[in-house]
């Protein structure tokens, strides 16, 4: 079992909160990821969890049991960090085998333990081999080969691709997602990358400012943000938002006046919103040219060809970064000024706090339920 629950969990240094009030329940063999920017407090709640901060306040418990004055060695957890912290003197095997060498196990137990663990981990060629020999995937392997070894509760990792380049946390991100689908495992995992976090997690836990902003399934995230923060987190290029007036709210949605054009979005309407201040927001991705319920013209101050897709940067209203994924052939130039659109579909609304009007999934015929299954 690897059950975690976290009750209203604190974190102060000194006058400075850090973690305001964390309630959290992640199931056995779940995989979490924490995401937000630096300094939301997602590697302090880690260690929170592991036991290498103390709470201020507030419980962890796992698996029924309290533990916020156990000592991380009595958790049931492991933890892999961002370095890969290992011994430059030992040889792969022996780096693996530390912790249980730690615990006195018998060496028939321990080489059985650490050669299963190599394999999965396609390290069984390089166990005789030392840490400068290997390439930087491999040495993270031979990190969470470290941490699988002791068969724990629940996996922690702390930003584990950090170090490598784009191609290896690529082929990493891959093994990761494998080898939690192999070992049924429960797995904490923090970064600050939401592209790791929509394709590893079977759920996101988006973090801003010590608080939880949302938690849920990638695609409810990305289909159905909460709030702005959550929205122009989540995806990239992020979420662009346009100033708009609400104009009327019934059956067929709320109707707001955007870019001089009105336009009826299908969102919950809310009592009071008539002649309200909102915020429209669109995602770059759902942008075309030239067409759509809602136009604007945009001059292209920088233009990126990126094969399937070409992404132009403008700016809108107040001079606000405004952004646009259109076809990878899209005919569109710098300081060129060009027409783009569209669907009021595809549109979200957020009131002025920044609070999302929920939207009608059926009406875009997204079906959140099917996808996430799969």
Request: hydrophobic share 45%; with cysteine; net charge negative.
């Amino acid at each position: 079992m690897g059950q975690l629950y976290l009750n209203k969990v604190t974190k102060s240094f000194g006058s400075i909160d850090v973690i305001k009030g964390v309630t959290l329940d992640v199931e056995d063999g779940e995989f979490v990821v924490f995401v937000g920017p630096s300094g939301c407090g997602k590697s302090t709640l880690l260690r929170i969890i592991a036991g290498l901060d103390d709470a201020t306040e507030g419980e962890i418990v796992i698996d029924g049991l309290k533990v916020n004055d156990l000592a991380p060695v009595n958790r049931g957890i492991a933890m892999v960090f961002q370095s890969y912290a290992l011994y430059p003197h030992m040889s792969v095997f022996e780096n693996i085998a530390f912790p249980l060498r730690v615990e006195k196990m018998a060496e028939a137990e321990i080489t059985e333990k650490v050669e299963s663990v190599a394999a999965v981990l396609k390290l069984d060629k390089h166990l005789q081999q030392r840490p400068g020999a290997l390439s930087g995937g491999q040495r993270q392997r031979v990190a969470i080969g470290r941490a699988i070894v002791r068969e724990p509760k629940i996996f922690l990792f702390d930003e584990p691709l950090s170090n490598l380049d784009a191609a290896l946390r690529a082929d990493m991100r891959i093994e990761l997602t494998k080898l939690h689908h192999d070992l049924a495992a429960t797995m904490i995992y923090v970064t600050h990358d939401q592209i790791e976090a929509m394709t590893m997690a079977d759920r996101i836990v988006v973090l801003n400012g010590g608080y939880i902003s949302q938690v849920g399934k990638p695609l409810e995230l990305y289909h159905k943000p909460q709030n702005m923060f959550v929205a122009g987190f989540i995806g990239n290029p992020k979420m662009n938002f346009l100033p708009a007036i609400c104009t009327a709210a019934g059956p067929e949605g709320v109707s707001v006046v955007c870019e001089n054009q009105t336009v009826t979005i299908p969102v919950e309407p809310r009592e009071g919103l008539v002649g309200a201040k909102l915020i429209l927001g669109i995602r770059p991705e759902h942008i075309d040219l030239g067409q759509g319920d809602v136009q604007m013209s945009i001059v292209p101050s920088v233009v990126e060809r990126l094969g399937v897709n070409t992404i132009v940067y403008s700016s809108a209203a107040d001079d606000e970064p405004f952004s646009a994924a259109l076809a990878g052939a899209a005919v569109i130039a710098v300081d060129t000024p060009a027409t783009i659109g569209f669907s009021a579909a595809d549109c979200h609304l957020f009131d002025d706090q920044g609070e999302a009007l929920e939207r009608r999934t059926e009406l875009h015929e997204i079906d959140l339920e099917a996808l996430n299954a799969t």
